[in-house]
């Protein structure tokens, strides 16, 4: 956290600069903004008196930076006027300025002004009433009156006047025209003999004297209200050819062209110097603005202008003016000075501005690159640490994989090692119960004892399972099973059970067969589990069925154990699948292996298995298997079945568990394995064993039925089979040297041994290697501890096969035999024998001899493979093979006896006639004419 907090606070920072920056910057420039808003409403502004007068406000403003003007004319109009005064009004001024057109009209809105307390200066025309704060302007009766005086002295008291007047309406001409009739009067013999309006402008007052031109004659002189429309009589005068007319105006314009100027070069006689009033107008607003006081009327003076001053005037207005000039283009300099300096002023705040922040980004940057070392120096300092505890975690995981296969390693082999002893525990203990004449408490007991050694067998298998599917070391080989079937043949194991314990046990299905792929040896495990487990729950007349389905949609597999027994609480379905969860039966407390292992087997399979159950009502177990073997991995899918006794073994230890009578009924168990062989002679039976307990242990107990044979290793084992081609061969997979596994190879892949049965016998139950065991084509696997019954069932049903295989090769041609009984080498090895008699049976010099050459094999191994593969000797199958190919040829070619008889390597044909009357019982002449050979009489 205390990381974080600087970087914030240098941005904090340069904030706060530039916000002080930019108001630095801001109030600098304040000290330009107006701070006064003046309105000016002008009447018009078309002539140049007005124009002088806005001349005069601008220059004088220049003095105050503070004033702003909004000037404003409405074209000699009296309502524009009016609406003009609004918006200056509405733009929020400080101060009015008015000249207004006409009195009546601009009364009202300059009261509304001045009422609202806004300073009003009406300047040079007056309104009808007080209402404003000040008036600047000339006494206009006075200077109507001096200009009545100055015609009277013109005229020497004598003569006619035209008299043109301004605007009637407004107040400069009210006044002009008072004072100038009043002065008049005061000669009898002066006489204003017209007035006309002439509206302030030059056109209507040219009109005017034009249309008096018959009275100009009797006219000494014109007096105009202002030099423009006097100007104006002057040129319409002119135009008429009349010269001797005097011209007055007022006004006295010090402009070129204007009123000064006329003066000066004699077009009027004089002019009333009449100010605009201008440069007082803003001096009073300055005043007002700054709460000076003011009298109300600010009058300006008047004079008359006349040939005797106009020269002098001239000059100072002149000079004036040339003085105002200069003002003017200083007051531009300042001005342009001014911008100048605050362009300079900017760029120095920005400049200033840019300096701080370079400070400040140099600082932060510097700060930064602190933070950034000392975050490297702490990020190094926690890498080194992870470095350090990583490598430690690397050498605990190593030890932990150490320990771990030490713990797997110790764990098997200390099965392993319980399974030895508890074999040789068992083997006695059988021995024992088989005695019928026990008194029944020792019975009781062995009986307990037996089942709990089988009991701990079990519970160690399941253990060392469950372990090795935990360690991945137990992986699945499936094949293509039909489930069907499977299922059926475990099915078939619980009926004795059922029966004794009156429950209905059967199989559902609608299917005819259903092919999934499982590693059997895992599923019989599964099924099992689930079947005992019903087993286990389910009272006297209950039922149990095991239900297959196909799932199309789901493209499954569906196996249903259903019972009616107890069944279980939700609680106890929860948990039922998990290591150790023995559920909440008082009576059958499980072990909590089975199903916990039946689960990791069918995860194995990519399947699920569920339990749904209620208590009282009974429980249904679901496996759901994906169909097709797109799910399993290539090396979880094997091409051949294997086959294992675990499910016998299981299927008995579980039937004496549930029936305590099963120990009894054990003592029956060798005799039936006895009935199969059906010798004359005892079988002999080799036991390659490396433990001589063990190897005494079998001796002992097979000797009664078999002439035993022992070998303590591989290879002297193998020496044993080749030299004495025993009958039957029981062979530990475990030994020094040659292994059980490697010596059935060589056994099977040699053609003078192939046909001997193998079974391994091993304390190993690895899937993987019952895998390797029955690759290497053994007859049959036992895993110790075994049972003894089983092994000598076994051993008979083995012999059995045998013998039925005889009989096969025996009763039908060789080049037919199909048995799937038969191993590969024992068919390659008859049909071959049998294809070599065939090919020299019209040969009468061909021999054993022949054979054993073509066939590279002793004389000795030929009689003994012939004799046990197909229990006969070899020349009487030659002889077999001769009678019967020439029974084909008397019954389908047409041939004579003694063409048949040399055909089919008779010496002679009286020696084939006697030897196949012998045979078949009648002659070949009697057979061939009988048209069928297969009836008469053998001996
Ligand atoms: C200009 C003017 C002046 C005259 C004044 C009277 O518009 O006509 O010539 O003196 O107005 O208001």
Redo the contacts with the bound molecule.
Sequence with gaps: MNIAMPWLRGPKLLFCIIIGCSLFISCSERGEEKLFRIGFSQCGDA?E??KYMLQEMKRELAFHQDMELIYKQADDNSELQVKQVKELLADGIDLLLISPNEIEPLTAIVEEVYEKGIPVIVI??EIARPSYTNFIGADNYEVGRIAGQHAASLLKGRGNIIQIT?LPK?S?AIGRRKGFEDAIREWPEMKIIHTFNGG?IRPPAQRGIDSLRESLPQTQLVYAH???MAMGAYEAARQLGITDIKFIG??ALPVQGMGMDMVADGRLEASML?STGGVEAIRNAVQLLKKQGLPKRTILPTLVVDSSNVRMMKLQSDKILSQQNDIEKQQDMMAEQRRTYNTQRTFVYILMVTLSLVVLFAGLLWYLRQLNKKINRQLARKNEEISKQSEQLVEMSARATEANEARINFFTNISHEFRTPLTLILGPLEEMLENRKLPSPLRQQLSMMRKNVVRLLRLVNQLIDLRRIEFNKMQVRAVETDLVLFANEVVQLFQEIARRKHIDCRLLTAERSLPVWIDESMMDKVLFNLLSNAFKFTEENGSITLQIEKDVAANEAVVEVRDTGLGMSTETQQHLFEIFYQGDHDTHKGSGLGLALSKELVELHHGRISVQSEKGKGAVFTVRLPLGNRHFQPEEISADHLESDWLLDEQKYFQSEVDDRAAGAATTGDEGGQDVIAHDEKPSLLVIEDNPEMRQFLRQRLEGSYEVLEAGDGNSGLQQAMDNLPDIIICDVMMPGRDGINLTNQLKTDVRTAHIPVILLTARTATSQQMEGLKSMADAYITKPFDFPLLQQTLSSLLANRNKLKEHFTAALPAEIRTPGANKTDRRFVSTFASIVEANISNDAFTIEDICKEMAISKVQLYRKVKALMDTNINEYILQMRIQKARYYLQHEEMTIAEVAYKTGFSSPAYFSTVFKNKVGISPTVYRDKGNGGSGPRN
Excluded: E, F, K, L
Aim: no cysteine; net charge negative.
């Design positions: 002539d008196w007005r040079d025309r301004g407004s400069p302030w202002n030099d423009v007022v006004d009449y």
